[in-house]
């Protein structure tokens, strides 16, 4: 995220009702000020994603991504509630409870393979099939 919204008054965005559109679950309602948001287009895949967090007055977060390519589009939404030594994680179709040290190591491998994924074109060569056009 490379960006937290201000208002005119240079203080962060009030807080206000807004729902978070998901294709893989329900929709999440919640009443949170924007943090932060980022938008970025690939020019090598033509993926457009727009991503946005916001936070509640209690500490709840809601993270939403949308990711659209040509005619299609992908929605998905997500709270994370900390519960002191867990944190309750919801998709909008599935509520799973984890130990915070555990979702900080599910954090790092995601991240670690998003890292591998970026540099695949280093290790690889991709051509044609001898049998392909």
């Known amino acids: 995220m ?6 005119f008054s240079g203080q962060p965005t009030p807080a206000r009702p807004i729902t978070l559109p998901n294709d893989f ?11 932060a948001e980022d938008i970025h287009f690939s020019t090598s895949t033509g993926l457009l994603t727009v991503e946005k967090l916001y936070r509640t007055a209690q500490g709840r977060v809601g993270y939403g991504i949308i990711a659209a390519s040509g ?38 491998m995601a991240l670690q393979a ?20």
């Open 71 to 108: 005619e299609s589009r992908e929605r998905r939404a997500y709270t994370l509630d900390e519960q002191g030594e867990t944190v309750i994680c919801d998709n909008g179709a599935f509520t799973v409870e984890l130990p915070v040290c555990d979702l900080h190591e599910l954090l790092c």
């Open 2 to 7: 490379n960006q937290t919204p201000t208002g």
């Open 25 to 35: 679950g329900k929709p999440i309602a919640m009443t949170a000020s924007l943090v």
């Open 114 to 133: 998003e890292d591998a994924l970026k540099t695949v074109g280093e290790h690889a060569q991709f051509s044609t099939a001898v049998n392909e056009d």
